[in-house]
């Protein structure tokens, strides 16, 4: 019998199946995308106790520090003169080299800039789309001595904070509603910290500082806070490495360096200190903060 018509019938069906099999399978092309990796820019704010001038070597410590830390900006404080180029210049980075007491310093190139000489003077570098921010708020009239070694009322200190007060007020003001990382010298301590919690380790005060709250009121985060939410297990100390008493009288330590952060596109991951031993170049720890966007 001969059998043709049925290896034909048989071999239409196979490829009818093959076909079929094949088109329901998914497709390279069409599968998902998979998300962009995210980007990752890493903050340090720095003050450099006058350029580093105060230490043997300084200027070299301070650009090692900065190379050693892995940040990818920096916001500068006490950075007088031609501080800022110069720490460029050895990293081969970018600046806005304003030649004051304030400065940025980037391994990204700066896309625009901008300057106030509110809030004691702030510079401001628009980085991978982002405005990042170095302030360094009033030195006078210092909260903390207020309140450990003068007994004062809470009237008397925040009476005494009302400059840097209005110098933050302000600063927030000028940089306006968009995502931003404002890092520095606030020369206050947090309202973050001197809780209920802490009340021991702070003089037995609970202070609600307007310096660093007018900042929260107007929506932006303390990233070390809010990676390190319990203050009294890691107060992140940041004044003062070096000074431990003055006049005669404790110093009270504290954190008064900061990097807040506002804006949906950004996100803390990491925060740290940054600092002290020996060969450090500054009366500071730095400040740390890792951010992803």
């Not at 105060?54 to 990818?72: E, L, M, P």
């Not at 970018?94 to 990204?108: E, L």
């Not at 008397?156 to 110098?167: F, G, M, S, V």
């Not at 010298?185 to 973050?192: A, E, K, R, T, V």
């Amino acid at each position: 019998m001969d059998r043709t018509p049925a290896r034909t019938a048989l071999a239409a069906a196979t490829a009818l199946a093959t076909l079929t099999a094949v088109m329901l399978m998914p497709s390279a092309a069409a599968a998902p995308a998979a998300p962009a990796a995210a980007g990752r820019l890493t903050v340090m704010s720095f003050n450099t106790w006058h350029g580093g001038g105060q230490v043997a070597d300084g200027f070299t410590k301070t650009v090692d520090a900065i190379r050693g830390s892995g940040a990818d900006v920096v916001a500068l404080q006490e950075s007088n003169g031609d501080v800022a180029r110069r720490i460029a210049d050895r990293l081969g980075w970018y600046t806005t080299a304003t030649g004051t007491h304030v400065d940025i310093v980037s391994r990204f190139p700066i896309e625009q800039e901008d300057w106030t000489g509110t809030g004691n003077g702030v510079v401001a570098a628009r980085i991978k789309g982002f405005w990042i921010y170095s302030t360094h708020f009033d030195y006078t009239k210092y909260g903390p001595y207020n309140a450990c070694w003068d007994d004062d009322s809470y009237a008397a200190i925040h009476a005494d904070e009302a400059n840097r007060a209005k110098q933050a007020e302000e600063t927030v003001k000028w940089a306006g509603s968009g995502p931003a990382i404002m890092a520095g010298d606030f020369n206050s301590p947090s309202h973050l910290d001197w809780t209920e919690d802490t009340r021991a380790a702070h003089c037995a005060s609970v202070v609600q500082w307007p310096t660093t709250k007018a900042f929260g009121d107007a929506g932006y985060r303390d990233s070390f806070r809010e990676l390190h939410p319990d203050e009294a297990a890691v107060p992140g100390d940041t004044w003062s490495p070096v000074v431990k008493s003055t006049g005669g009288r404790k110093e009270p330590q504290d954190r008064i360096d900061f990097i807040l952060y506002k804006g949906s596109t950004l996100k803390a991951v990491g925060s740290r200190t940054v600092g002290g031993g020996r060969d450090w170049p500054s009366d500071h720890l730095a400040v740390l903060t890792t951010f992803t966007y």
